[in-house]
């Protein structure tokens, strides 16, 4: 079975989170279930925009998808656990709350957005609270629509939505929009549901696009470790497999974080046995800084193609790509959906996201009179994955240098992502001076070197007098260059006689 497995954040409670992601990663996890609270990425605190920018390079390094939870208890009200929800009267403190974990979804390219809507207050009447929920549900649609990233509603035991019945009747009360979906809690099915888990996950499959899973027990609504409840696991992860479920598979055990990473491992080697697959798996970690990757190398559509083989929904891809050799224009609409029918987890080709691959290839399908049009239309009105595809697919596209001016704009944004991409083998089409501001930007923002294309070859004693001045400033200032930006000067240092 090829499933993803991911653990939450609120499990790490005790853990910075930069430390959380490093131990997850080393022990093999596909992604993080990443809880916004006051110590794991505060939306409230200051900096935001670069702290979401570096936790977004972060994530990259370490190989691990994210999907965003807002299930603080308290980040919102000291006072009040989960307060404000969409049902009380102050519901717009948490509709803020959502839109902010929205554009934190976006720009981290998550997975999709998960929520849920809370218990009803004693002095709110049913159906105005109903009516606010559905009206908070709408708004909060709309902006992850617009954003590219999917909301994910979690019913959830004792809540005003608890069971998939109620989710039913929420979509159709909302319009059944796409970008409303459902984020299953494994151990809930357990504790509510009438119907045995496979069929739950069976009936929801049209729905899913997040998944959280622990042990629980009839009627008990607490989060157990794997084998101290009564879920039988390999029939229900038989079930995701045959679903076609991309996703993560995240552990939801948010009472944990003493133990958090004895309870991390023991967790991904049961789910890896139920699932029939390796129990001992290679560990993600982040290049070392002097560690650079192959300057030039691209893997081709074939390539792509292949690898999107396992993930191809219901052979959306290969229809897709028959439209777009057929008709060029219909790209704008079957572009951005690549997300959705292809998913945006890893594929075979390392540094590949289905996502990305797809839209990689759907470009190479392109007429090459088509193809740099359609590459400037699709940047220009992307989001910000969308944007980043169209940068990863230029060195595959017949386009010579006609294109540069997609990278001068990607690296003129505070957008890591995007940076990163635009200095990836189509950044050998940059002048000398644009491609060194490039390299010091991304000392600047804290972008790994290793992302840079080339950066052995084209490093020169002018980019090395540029990296001792933005040292001198920070030496004075009581700081350091990053290690590889330190180590690439002391190397330039040596080889240019600087």
């Given amino acids: 079975m090829n499933l993803r497995f991911g653990y939450g954040t609120n499990g790490f409670a005790n853990h910075r989170l930069g430390d959380a992601l490093a131990v997850l990663a080393e022990q093999g996890y596909d992604g993080v279930a990443l809880t916004l609270d006051h110590h794991h990425l505060d939306p409230y605190a200051p900096g935001l925009a670069r702290r979401v920018s570096g936790l977004a390079t972060r994530l990259i390094e370490l190989g691990l998808s994210v999907v965003v939870e807002t299930g603080a208890r308290y980040l919102l009200d000291p006072r009040r656990k989960h307060a404000p929800t969409l049902l009380h009267d102050d519901r717009e403190v948490r509709l803020d709350f959502l839109l902010r974990a929205v554009s934190i979804a976006s720009d981290l390219g998550a997975e999709a957005v998960s929520c849920w ?3 009803r207050p004693p002095s709110v009447d049913p159906q105005l609270a109903w009516d606010r929920l559905v009206d908070g549900c709408a708004r909060l649609t709309e902006a992850a629509s617009k ?29 059944m929009p796409r970008a409303f979906g459902l984020t299953l809690d494994i151990g809930h099915c357990r504790c509510l549901e009438p119907e045995p888990i496979p069929e739950c996950i069976a009936t929801a499959a049209p729905y899913l696009v997040n998944v959280q899973i622990e042990d629980m027990r009839r009627g008990v609504h607490e989060h157990l ?29 948010p009472r944990h974080s003493h133990a958090a990473p004895e309870v991390a491992r023991r967790s991904l080697a049961f789910l890896r046995k139920a699932a029939g697959q390796p129990i001992t798996a290679a560990a993600k970690t982040a290049a070392p800084p002097g ?40 790209i704008s609409r079957l572009f951005p959906a690549a997300a959705r029918r292809c998913g945006r987890g890893p594929v075979g080709v390392p540094g590949w996201t289905a ?15 088509h193809t740099a049009g359609q590459a400037r239309a699709l940047y220009r009105h992307g989001d910000a994955a969308e944007k ?7 060195p595959l596209l017949p386009l010579g240098p006609s ?16 940076v ?41 004693a002018e980019l090395a007098a540029m990296l001792a001045g933005v040292a001198d400033e920070r030496d004075a200032a009581g700081r350091q260059l990053p290690a590889d930006a330190a180590a690439l000067l002391d190397r330039l240092t040596a080889e240019k006689g600087i």
């Fill in 117 to 119: 809507s809370g218990v």
């Fill in 147 to 175: 954003a590219g990233v999917p909301v994910g509603f979690e019913p959830e035991p004792g809540m005003f939505v608890q069971d998939l019945a109620g989710w039913r009747t929420l979509h159709r009360a909302l319009g």
């Fill in 225 to 253: 470790e794997f084998g101290e409840g009564e879920i039988d696991f390999p029939p229900v992860l038989r079930a995701l497999s045959a679903a076609g479920y991309r996703g993560l598979i995240g552990v939801e055990l």
């Fill in 291 to 330: 560690q650079r990757r192959p300057s030039g190398t691209v893997p081709g559509p074939d390539v792509l193609r292949a690898a999107l083989a396992c993930v191809d929904d219901g052979g959306w891809l290969d229809e897709a790509l028959r439209r777009v050799a057929a008709d060029p224009s219909v």
């Fill in 355 to 369: 996502d990305e691959a797809a839209r990689a290839v759907l470009l190479a399908t392109l007429p090459a009179e």
């Fill in 388 to 394: 980043r595809a169209v940068l990863r697919a230029l």
């Fill in 403 to 418: 294109a540069v001016e997609l990278l001068h704009d990607a690296i003129r944004t505070n957008d890591t992502r995007l």
């Fill in 420 to 460: 990163a991409a635009a200095l990836g083998p189509y950044a050998v089409h940059l002048d000398a001076a644009a491609w060194r501001q490039a390299v010091l930007k991304c000392v600047f923002m804290g972008i790994p070197l290793s992302v840079v294309d080339g950066l052995e070859h084209r490093a020169d």
